[in-house]
Nanobody, 128 residues
Framework: VQVVESGGGLVQAGGSLRLSCAAS????????MGWFRQAPGKEREFVAG????????RYADSVKGRFTISRENAKNTVYLQMNSLIPEDTAVYYC??????????????????????WGQGTQVTVSS
């Protein structure tokens, strides 16, 4: 499975961006997906996760109410809609896929180590 992020860019505080993550593979619909981010000088952190069918989602407290994760299995794509952006959201955003080795792995995890495939990231910069 390969995942490729897109949609990053420069936006003013209060603005919005939508990130997309396109994944290869005919079994994409079985993969739980996650978004993570890493700001300069900081560790990578969980942003949002979604189960294989979109029925369960999870958000970091810092983005809850502002970000929305969704997926279109027919398009092998996961999205991260980011609203009310603040400078603290500035980071490289990574999409990750979790190999469905059992039912328990078909839902999100907030641990990066639980994901098997990662994209190269897309830069999001929020100016004040």
């Amino acid at each position: 499975v390969q995942v490729v992020e897109s949609g990053g860019g420069l936006v003013q505080a209060g603005g919005s961006l939508r990130l997309s993550c396109a994944a290869s593979g005919r079994t994409f619909s079985s993969y739980a997906m996650g978004w993570f981010r890493q700001a300069p000088g900081k560790e990578r952190e969980f942003v949002a996760g979604i189960s294989w069918n979109g029925g369960s989602t999870r958000y970091a407290d810092s983005v809850k109410g502002r970000f929305t994760i969704s997926r279109e299995n027919a398009k092998n794509t996961v999205y991260l809609q980011m609203n009310s952006l603040i400078p603290e959201d500035t980071a490289v955003y990574y999409c990750a896929a979790r190999e469905p080795l059992g039912i328990a792995r078909m839902t999100w995890s907030d641990r990066g180590a639980d994901y098997d495939y990662w994209g190269q990231g897309t830069q999001v910069t929020v100016s004040s």
